[in-house]
């Protein structure tokens, strides 16, 4: 080899080393490059990302925001609401308060119209006089368990409660009678006995004195067909002097039978006030004492009553003796102020009904 040849190749290999080594800078060159890229990247990623992590908190933060307020708005709806509905609270508590006032109108005038009807009623008498032809210690044979003239005549006589032996007055049967008419009277007769088939002549002929005189007969008795048969007989030509007032206290037959054990029956009496009413006398009924609510009793009499129906209640009940105990709580159920109350209101419109003093000052008292 020559010279030359070993220039060329001394020179190549030294070409080929810059080479080399330009390669190798070149490489580090851009692997510095290629890390700053990557650094670069990295801090433009991380700040994209910081970015976005501020922008999803500051979006969250709104949507809470957001979030609250429409709470808010939810708050003040429902507080709305709320007011609303205090206020319709309120309004309905006044219109309930207007009810009430008017319902007070109403009862009180209801009670005045009440007290007057009964004041009214209250005046109307039974009779002027009373008359009786049983000797006064002679004990009436119906032997009802309220009867207060027993418990009297036991007390003033001390008659024997047991004894019903009917003794007739004498003297009170032959007495004779001035003419009356100028100044007519209602006489009830009798007032303190009933009538019955062994003193009904008797009866009968103390009547028409009575009328002949110039007066007029109230008839009080818990009536035996026997003994109305008769007196219509023999009455028929003073039909206008005379009013039936039977004594009717329930349609019960069983309470009438532990009440009145030996009065005449319910059936016995309706059909006396049918036989009188038909025979064209005056006729009326006492429901005194009423021993049951009597809206039945009075349906089944008033077809037959051209006069008045009176309804009393029982005086005495809780002091009365040998009473069961369960009829004293029932009676005094039927009597309490509420019942009372109740009775009078359903028939305070019937014109045929009048009550009596028993139910009318406890009504009077009461109100
Ligand atoms: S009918 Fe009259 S008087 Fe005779 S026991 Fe009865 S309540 Fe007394």
């Known amino acids: 080899m020559n010279n030359r040849n070993q220039m060329n190749l001394k020179l190549q290999k030294e070409f080929l080393g810059f080479l080399e080594r330009d390669n190798e800078n070149k490489n580090e060159n851009k692997n510095e490059n290629e890390n700053e890229n990557e650094n670069d990247n990295k801090k433009i990623l991380k700040k994209e990302k910081e970015k976005k992590i501020k922008q999803k908190k500051k979006r969250k933060r709104h949507n809470e925001k957001e979030k609250e307020k429409e709470k808010e708005k939810e708050k003040e709806k429902e507080k709305e609401k709320e007011k609303e509905k205090q206020k319709q609270k309120e309004k309905e508590k006044e219109k309930e308060k207007e009810r009430e006032r008017e319902k007070e109108k109403e009862r009180k005038n209801e009670k005045k119209e009440l007290k007057i009807k009964i004041k009214k009623s209250h005046n109307k008498q039974w009779s002027d006089r009373i008359y009786n032809i049983l000797t006064a210690d002679s004990n009436c044979k119906n032997d009802c368990k309220y009867c207060y003239m027993k418990a009297m005549k036991n007390r003033f006589f001390q008659t024997d409660l047991e004894d019903f032996t009917l ?193 009318m000052s406890k009504i009077i008292n009461n109100l």
């Open 167 to 359: 003794r007739v007055n004498e003297k009170k049967v032959n007495k004779g009678w001035r003419n009356n008419k100028s100044k007519p009277k209602l006489f009830m007769f009798p007032s303190s006995h009933d009538i019955f088939d062994q003193i009904v002549d008797d009866y009968i002929h103390v009547s028409k004195k009575i009328i002949f005189a110039g007066n007029e007969v109230l008839i009080v008795t818990k009536p035996s067909l026997v003994c109305i048969k008769q007196i219509i007989n023999q009455l028929s030509n003073f039909k206008k002097k005379i009013l039936f007032r039977f004594t009717i206290t329930s349609d019960d037959q069983d309470i009438l039978d532990y009440w009145e054990p030996n009065a005449p029956s319910f059936e016995e009496r309706l059909n006396c006030l049918k036989l009188c009413y038909k025979n064209g006398f005056n006729t009326s009924v006492s429901i005194e004492p009423y021993l049951k609510f009597p809206n039945t009793l009075i349906k089944k009499i008033t077809p037959y009553i051209n006069d008045y129906i009176w309804i009393g209640s029982m005086s005495g009940l809780n002091t009365m003796k040998n009473i069961k105990i369960d009829e004293k709580k029932r009676l005094n159920t039927l009597y309490h102020f509420d019942n009372t109350l109740k009775l009078v209101n359903e028939f305070k419109n019937n014109k045929k009904i009048i009550f009596k003093t028993s139910i």
